[in-house]
């Protein structure tokens, strides 16, 4: 990749969101300000070679757009009125407030997830317009098709125009109706950045999971109360704390049981615990925990262990059962399994994983934990065969290098 090239990527990684925020916020419509925000990048591949890349990538990236969306807007016919409100809007007067939280990023979230939208199309909306996801990442990370994912996104961008649902953070009462969609939506995005899916972008992106952590911040904010929230954000930030140590120099991923427990973030884990020890406290009250506040309390187990070996499974396994009472998907069993396994042997824990093979074919993890228990079994040439499967369904480069070296191990 040329230095040109990977400032293209770098640009569209870090200005993506903020570009099609912007436009959003200018024009009032999703689709003019995704594919003026397109144009602009494609600029920039034609001319960042001849010209160089500009001083000020963003700037260029958001002005460009800016000029390619009023372009458009002047040569349909049938968008007077919006031509008019571009020529307006492109002078220098200040846009007016638009919410208590000045954030084009986060009024374009709550677009996204007006409940008018079925919830899988505001999630996935959201992935694409805020998180500058391709299709391809947002359908892997609902294990659906490419086409229908696609499908789902142009639905979505449709029925926000029809209905003429405003650009704005909405009002107190209005938030409940959104936010739990709007918090599907970041967790999605954190996990892209904590793991991405594709082969072609770095195997830990930290604007990704930076830029999902600010966002629900700034919920928090706005709901302070609200123990989902706080549990979104304890989970991410004693997730994140584990970055340093989680990609090897050889650019391996390295399992939880493997990290260098010195290199995690001392002060993102103190925060979480914090936060986890404020929604047990609300537990002990009578208010019961959601799905994202039994995860934090799992990461916080994980964080409080010194080393692997002092990991307190028996407390894992019963968040775990917690949680599937919350939520009863193949992937929390997957997961509960592995502390199965720690506690009454890969045996017992493969049993459960192979009666979720039926939902979690597809699924790379299903394939790379089954792998793991074979080999604890001795069962090296079934091991061999599913790790082989888990290789072929992952796209994280970093971690099919670390399941090819678990592979070739093998006897």
Same mark, same amino acid.
């Given at each position: 990749?040329?230095?040109?090239?990977?400032?293209?990527?770098?640009? #569209?990684?870090?200005?993506?969101? @903020?570009?099609?925020?912007?436009?959003?916020?200018?024009?009032?419509?999703?689709?003019?300000?995704?594919?003026?925000?397109?144009?602009?990048?494609?600029?920039?591949?034609?001319?960042?070679?001849?010209?160089?890349?500009?001083?000020?990538?963003?700037?260029?990236?958001? +002005?460009?757009?800016?000029?390619?969306? !009023?372009?458009?807007?002047?040569?349909?016919?049938?968008?007077?009125?919006?031509?008019?409100?571009?020529?307006?809007?492109?002078?220098?007067?200040?846009?007016?407030?638009?919410?208590?939280?000045?954030?084009?990023?986060?009024?374009?979230?709550?677009?996204?997830?007006? $409940?008018?939208?079925?919830?899988?199309?505001?999630?996935?909306?959201?992935?694409?317009?805020?998180?500058?996801? +391709?299709?391809?990442? !947002?359908?892997?990370?609902?294990?659906?098709?490419?086409?229908?994912?696609?499908?789902?996104?142009?639905?979505?961008?449709?029925?926000?125009?029809?209905?003429?649902?405003?650009?704005?953070?909405?009002?107190?009462?209005?938030? $409940?109706?959104?936010?739990?969609?709007?918090?599907?939506?970041?967790?999605?995005?954190?996990?892209?950045?904590?793991?991405?899916?594709?082969?072609?972008?770095? $195997?830990?992106? #930290?604007?990704? +999971?930076?830029?999902?952590?600010?966002?629900?911040?700034?919920?928090?904010?706005?709901?302070?109360?609200?123990?989902?929230?706080?549990?979104?954000?304890?989970?991410?930030?004693?997730?994140?704390?584990? @970055?340093?140590?989680?990609?090897?120099?050889?650019?391996?991923?390295?399992?939880?049981?493997?990290?260098?427990?010195?290199?995690?973030?001392?002060?993102?884990?103190?925060?979480? #615990?914090?936060?986890?020890?404020?929604?047990?406290?609300?537990?002990?009250?009578?208010?019961?925990?959601?799905?994202?506040?039994?995860?934090?309390?799992?990461?916080?187990?994980?964080?409080?262990?010194?080393?692997?070996?002092?990991?307190?499974?028996?407390?894992?396994?019963?968040?775990?059962?917690?949680?599937?009472?919350?939520?009863?998907?193949?992937?929390?069993?997957?997961? &509960?399994?592995?502390?199965?396994?720690?506690?009454?042997?890969?045996?017992?824990?493969?049993?459960?994983?192979?009666?979720?093979?039926? &939902?979690?074919?597809?699924?790379?993890?299903?394939?790379?934990?089954?792998?793991?228990?074979?080999?604890?079994?001795?069962?090296?040439?079934?091991? @061999?065969?599913?790790?082989?499967?888990?290789?072929?369904?992952?796209?994280?480069?970093?971690? !099919?290098?670390?399941?090819? @070296?678990?592979?070739? &191990?093998?006897?």
């Amino acid at each position: 990749m040329s230095d040109v090239d990977e400032a293209v990527s770098r640009a #569209h990684r870090d200005e993506w969101a @903020r570009v099609v925020a912007a436009l959003t916020r200018r024009f009032g419509d999703l689709d003019i300000a995704e594919e003026a925000a397109a144009e602009a990048f494609a600029t920039a591949v034609e001319r960042w070679p001849a010209d160089g890349v500009p001083p000020n990538p963003g700037a260029w990236l958001t +002005t460009t757009a800016n000029r390619k969306a !009023i372009d458009r807007i002047r040569r349909e016919s049938k968008r007077d009125d919006k031509q008019k409100d571009a020529l307006l809007v492109s002078g220098d007067d200040p846009p007016e407030p638009l919410g208590a939280i000045d954030d084009d990023r986060l009024r374009l979230i709550f677009t996204c997830c007006h $409940p008018a939208l079925a919830v899988d199309a505001r999630v996935a909306l959201t992935l694409r317009m805020v998180g500058g996801l +391709t299709v391809p990442e !947002i359908a892997r990370g609902f294990l659906v098709a490419e086409t229908t994912m696609g499908q789902r996104i142009t639905r979505a961008k449709a029925k926000i125009k029809a209905a003429r649902i405003p650009y704005r953070v909405p009002s107190a009462e209005d938030l $409940p109706a959104r936010v739990s969609s709007v918090l599907t939506a970041l967790f999605l995005v954190f996990n892209e950045g904590y793991l991405a899916t594709g082969p072609d972008t770095d $195997p830990v992106r #930290h604007d990704l +999971t930076a830029e999902a952590i600010r966002l629900t911040r700034l919920i928090r904010a706005l709901l302070p109360d609200d123990g989902e929230v706080a549990g979104l954000l304890a989970l991410m930030l004693l997730i994140e704390a584990r @970055r340093p140590a989680r990609v090897s120099a050889g650019g391996e991923l390295v399992a939880l049981d493997e990290q260098d427990r010195g290199a995690w973030d001392a002060a993102l884990i103190a925060e979480g #615990h914090r936060l986890v020890r404020e929604r047990l406290a609300a537990a002990a009250a009578g208010a019961a925990p959601g799905r994202y506040q039994i995860l934090a309390a799992i990461n916080a187990v994980h964080t409080s262990a010194r080393d692997a070996r002092d990991t307190d499974w028996s407390q894992v396994l019963a968040l775990y059962d917690q949680l599937l009472r919350v939520d009863s998907s193949p992937v929390v069993a997957l997961n &509960r399994a592995i502390a199965v396994a720690e506690l009454d042997g890969p045996d017992v824990a493969l049993a459960t994983v192979d009666r979720l093979e039926d &939902r979690l074919a597809g699924y790379h993890a299903y394939h790379a934990t089954r792998a793991d228990l074979l080999r604890r079994l001795g069962r090296s040439q079934d091991s @061999r065969a599913a790790y082989d499967k888990a290789i072929d369904l992952a796209g994280n480069t970093a971690e !099919i290098a670390s399941l090819t @070296r678990r592979r070739n &191990r093998l006897r």
